[in-house]
């Protein structure tokens, strides 16, 4: 990587990751540095993609997605795995791991009953494992 990240790049990581909707204006002001120079440090993160986007957070639970799980899933069909998590709703990540199992799934649903019809139609593809998550502790860490 060409582009060191300083600890002035930091910072303005930093506040964009508690709040992407910040404004150029605000950064400077935080910082103490003129929003035509926080403007160029952003455009050049997101150049070299170290910043490589921006979103907002959901409140699950008051969408009728509070019920997380992790469903371990061993399957030789990968791509039809791939293609049904890209269709299924329930889907928040998919990730190849190693293993005894192949594929990690995380699918937020609004009930136990639905997840069991979730897993009903991952069986064609394979065995798989559930683990319900109990308490989220936290998610989304920041990282810097």
Do not use: W
């Not at 582009?3 to 404004?23: N, T």
């Not at 005894?100 to 136990?112: C, D, G, K, P, R």
């Not at 009903?120 to 920041?142: A, C, Q, T």
């Amino acid at each position: 990587m060409d582009h060191l990240i300083d600890d002035i790049d930091k910072k303005i990581m930093q506040l964009l990751q508690h709040h992407a909707r910040m404004s150029i204006s605000q950064i400077s002001k935080e910082i103490s540095m003129s929003q035509p120079s926080v403007k160029e440090r952003i455009l050049k993160l997101e150049e070299k993609k170290i910043i490589s986007g921006y979103g907002t957070v959901f409140n699950l639970r008051e969408l009728n997605r509070g019920t997380t799980t992790f469903i371990l899933i061993k399957t030789e069909r990968c791509q039809e795995l791939v293609d049904f998590c890209k269709e299924a709703r329930e889907v928040t990540d998919l990730f190849r791991i190693s293993g005894e199992f192949n594929y990690l799934i995380q699918v937020q649903t609004a009930s136990i009953e639905e997840l069991a019809e979730f897993q009903d139609s991952l069986v064609e593809l394979g065995p798989s494992k559930s683990h319900i998550s109990m308490k989220n502790i936290f998610e989304n860490r920041i990282l810097l």
